[in-house]
């Protein structure tokens, strides 16, 4: 059996959350509804259903995951894991398990619970024009705001290396779409599925007496879910790199593009840093906040970039199933550069209040058919709708603070 992961890096989590949405994503989130999930894999864009068929969709696969991003129904039904029925999850359950490990913390998600706003501009070279019809790929500029984060339900948790990193972006589409995305540091997800997310959480929660989780109850996890055993293999063989600024972040899940002339293809997309790879500390650090303090004095001295990289997949290729990587040597291509030149304190008005939900997209980027795509959705909006009805907290990332100890 693979030796049991790091149980840090097992514990890593998604989410980022809020629920405004433009009125022209409005159209897209009712697109999204009425995409089949249940289809195998093809490399052509999936199509659309009628609102005839949607009865007989939610019924066989539990609408919770994909009703989640609108304020009726959530929790009312059991989302699919791995195309089948299940009674045992809803978004209300999943939210309830991070709050269970990690306690309520008002007004802070309920995963990624510690981060800061950033904001800057992503610039296209027009490459991705030939992919997507999307106007974000449009020769010119737009303006994003984004978050970084670590994973996990606490907001003043320690930083560590090995705790995954979360780089969430919302691109101000001039036409008034948004597409949002939040990605992580890891080369594949952990889980195949939303049940094995959610077990996955209980099963390696550190012991009180140790610290660290149950080595009986993480093999048996592992044995009941081979895929991420295989994933997380795969996860210790790529160490993080040093801080937020030289990291490559992944969005892992698979959407389709489709261009101009409705050809439709399967991709999934990376930022990688313009910034060389340096590895970072194992051991603890003295500074508690030493990741996003490292942030914030690199911002500070100047811009920092990344390329925003398409991977083409081919027929064949997994689009259901984030913790199998596409083979080596798929085309690549870059479509441009986001920088990142200004960081914020989260607060009301920047990325605190924002939902980096993976299913608000424009036109021209389709959803996938897999599962994990519309339980994030659904969750996200479960920890959205908590966490906005409770008194908000300073954000334990104080960049003023950090700015201010800088200059003395």
């Not at 995305?181 to 049940?195: E, G, H, K, R």
């Not at 149950?214 to 795969?234: E, G």
Request: aromatic share 8%; proline share 10%.
């Amino acid at each position: 059996m693979t030796a049991p992961p790091d149980a840090t890096v097992l514990r890593f989590n998604t989410a980022t959350v809020d629920d405004r949405m433009p009125p022209a994503n409005r159209h897209k989130e009712e697109h999204v509804k009425d995409h089949d999930q249940t289809g195998p894999p093809e490399p052509t864009r999936p199509k659309p259903r009628s609102r005839r068929e949607m009865p007989t969709r939610r019924t066989v696969l539990g609408a919770a995951a994909i009703a989640g991003i609108t304020a009726a129904g959530a929790g009312a039904y059991a989302w699919a894991g791995d195309r089948l029925p299940s009674d045992r999850l809803t978004p209300a359950k999943f939210t309830d398990r991070f709050e269970q490990l990690s306690g309520v913390h008002d007004g802070f998600r309920r995963n990624h619970a510690k981060g800061v706003s950033a904001s800057g501009t992503f610039v296209s070279n027009g490459a991705g024009v030939k992919l997507s019809s999307a106007a974000v790929f449009a020769s010119g500029s737009t303006p994003v705001t984004a978050r970084f984060s670590l994973s996990g339900g606490l907001p003043a948790v320690a930083d560590a290396n090995a705790t995954a990193r979360g780089f969430a972006v919302l691109f101000h589409l001039s036409n008034g779409e948004q597409w949002r995305t939040a990605m992580i540091n890891l080369p594949v997800f952990p889980d195949s599925v939303p049940q094995g997310f959610y077990d996955r959480q209980l099963a390696t929660a550190p012991v009180p007496a140790t610290g660290q989780p149950d080595p009986v109850k993480v093999a048996a996890f592992l044995a009941a879910y081979p895929k991420t055993a295989r994933a997380m293999a795969l996860v210790k063989k790529t160490p993080p790199a040093g801080d937020f600024s030289n990291s490559t972040f992944r969005g892992l899940n698979a959407f389709y593009f489709t261009n101009q002339a409705g050809k439709s293809i399967p991709v999934r997309w990376s930022l990688v840093p313009e910034e060389p790879s340096r590895p970072g500390p194992k051991a603890p650090q003295a500074d508690h906040d030493y990741l996003f303090n490292a942030l914030i004095e690199r911002v500070r001295s100047g811009p920092v970039r990344w390329h925003l990289m398409i991977t083409l997949g081919a027929p064949g290729d997994p689009t259901h199933d984030a913790t199998v990587p596409w083979p080596a040597g798929r085309p690549q291509i870059d479509v441009g550069t986001l920088t990142i030149d200004a960081l914020q304190t989260e607060e009301a008005g920047n990325a605190r209040d924002i939902n980096f939900d993976p299913l608000i997209l424009p036109q021209g980027i389709s959803p996938s058919d897999d599962p994990l795509l519309t339980a994030r959705s659904a969750v996200y909006a479960q920890s959205y709708r908590r966490r906005t009805r409770e008194a908000q907290q300073p954000s334990k990332v104080d960049v003023q603070e950090v700015e201010a100890g800088h200059d003395h």
